[in-house]
């Protein structure tokens, strides 16, 4: 098995995949300009106190009010039940310290609790709940009980710790080392939070470059390769200051060829905005949105390979187990997501396939539950909502169907476009490219500028001329390379930058 963890950074969005012997694993994307606001610490300002709901509305300084509910607590990683929160006891006026929990939807502000988390990469930090825990995915007895009694003398006063998934690989003064820098980073910011005199952003938590890293890194993987050297430095530093033998791995990719294409993974991007999802054998998923939930229909399609009906029925189904984990992961689906899985009558293969998928979710570093099929062969899983759905990153509202479907939006269209304008000038000894594609498309490139650096730099000796097609969709366009492009364009051609 080998693992390789690929970074992709562009001029107005990054990317992060994890990739298993080619197959897409994990894929994280974020744009620039977009602020995640998921494990933000900030001083906020109690703005109004719902007593009998046990809530207040905090001003963190955002256009909107942030929720606080008195019993909220981060609980991703392990079992907090038996931390039993206390009462509400601020008030209007009062400043505290909270995280952001959950992004802001909507009209509605972002979820807040007061019970600080600091993740790092073996362990989390807990500077105000007095807890010590071990990742759920660490069965291991004797390895439990060890890791308990580290945690257990090594922990602050008053305060907690919980042991992550990757202390399975850890030694004992990698732990301690990583729980000597929580705690000095809490004491930072404790005293920013003293110093500042109103609203304020105490903490972020990184860009999607450094929370990737940390949390897909395991000793199995075999290289991180990133397409900008300022990134490899920067993640050669932190790797070094977490005495990571880590910073070995990591490699600066540079190439006339895009790094997407390269390791494979663009296509299998595309297919991660399509509702089918087809299986190995034949059969198929088909996943459908809506505003309460997440549907997934299992399909047989073409396969019937199995002995008889239910045994053809049980194959399909547990191959739909396996690749229902991955989706939830790579889509970052959350909420309610309810299974239609195709009607058993074995009650051996019903248990079998809920097992299944349970057996697959550990994987998820999103808390996941999976619960027992009914009698009409559904499964019900509840996935924490964390950060947004892949979809909304890379599908933009058709204004033909007034939001009722999707389109790739035009960043993405301009990733891909990137892709196929290198890959001419890489094979071709051409000067000059001629890019048919939609109209919208290519205001789009113009107003966004997202082509300017690149034009700038690696291409300031080509030429690139754009001939809009009102018959074309979005992803449809054609790139063709000409030494004397001028002689044959057409009148509505543009010239880019």
Wanted: with cysteine; proline share 2%.
């Amino acid at each position: 098995m080998k693992r390789s963890i690929l970074i992709d950074v562009e001029s107005y969005m990054s990317s992060a995949a994890l990739i298993e012997d080619g197959k897409l694993i994990e894929f994280h994307l974020d744009y620039k300009e977009t602020n995640r606001l998921t494990g933000n610490i900030y001083k906020g300002k109690v703005e109004n106190v719902l007593q009998g709901l046990e809530s207040a509305f905090v001003n963190i300084g955002l256009a909107r009010n942030g929720f606080l509910y008195v019993g909220e607590t981060l609980d991703d990683r392990t079992d907090l039940k038996n931390v039993v929160p206390g009462a509400l006891a601020e008030k209007a006026g009062d400043y505290l310290m909270v995280q952001v929990t959950k992004e802001e939807v909507g009209q509605k502000g972002a979820r807040l609790t007061s019970n600080i988390s600091l993740p790092g990469r073996y362990i989390v930090f807990l500077p105000n709940i007095d807890f010590v825990g071990v990742s759920n995915k660490i069965t291991d007895v004797p390895q439990r009980e060890m890791l308990t009694k580290i945690l257990t003398k090594n922990k602050p006063r008053g305060g907690g710790l919980i042991a992550r998934t990757a202390c399975i690989d850890a030694k004992k003064s990698d732990i301690l080392a990583e729980i000597k820098r929580m705690q000095a980073l809490y004491e930072k910011i404790n005293a920013a939070f003293n110093a500042s005199q109103g609203v304020c952003l105490l903490y972020s938590e990184g860009d999607l470059v450094y929370r990737a890293v940390r949390d897909m890194l395991s000793n199995d993987v075999e290289r991180i390769v990133c397409n900008d050297i300022n990134t490899v430095k920067r993640l050669k530093t932190w790797l070094k200051e977490m005495d990571s033998e880590f910073q070995h791995k990591v490699e600066f990719y540079e190439s006339d060829y895009d790094i997407w294409d390269v390791f494979g993974i663009s296509s299998q991007v595309d297919k991660l905005l399509e509702r089918k999802v087809m299986l190995p054998s034949g059969g198929s998923l088909v996943i459908d949105r809506t505003e309460a939930l997440t549907s997934i229909d299992v399909n047989t399609g073409s396969f019937t390979n199995g002995f008889d009906r239910e045994e053809t029925v049980y194959i399909t189904n547990l191959e739909a187990a396996k690749e229902i984990a991955r989706q939830l992961r790579l889509r970052n689906i959350g909420g309610i997501i309810v299974v239609d899985f195709i009607d058993m009558l074995n009650e051996q293969h019903k248990n079998a396939v809920v097992d299944a998928l349970r057996n697959e979710v550990i994987r998820d570093r999103i808390k996941t539950r999976v619960m027992d099929m009914t009698g009409l062969g559904l499964v019900e899983i509840t996935r924490k909502k964390v950060g947004k759905p892949l979809h909304t990153k890379l599908l933009a509202s058709c204004s033909h169907c007034n939001g009722t479907g999707y389109t790739p939006n035009g960043d993405y269209i301009s990733r891909k476009l990137k892709a196929a304008i290198k890959k001419l000038f890489a094979e071709k000894s051409c000067t000059n490219a001629v890019v048919t594609v939609n109209a919208n498309v290519i205001e789009h490139m113009f107003t966004s500028r997202y082509f300017s650096s690149v034009c700038a730099n690696e291409w300031k000796n080509k030429r690139i001329y754009l001939v809009p097609d009102v018959t074309l969709k979005p992803l449809e366009f054609a790139v063709k390379g000409n030494n004397d492009v001028a002689l044959n364009l057409p009148s509505n051609a543009r010239l880019l930058y």
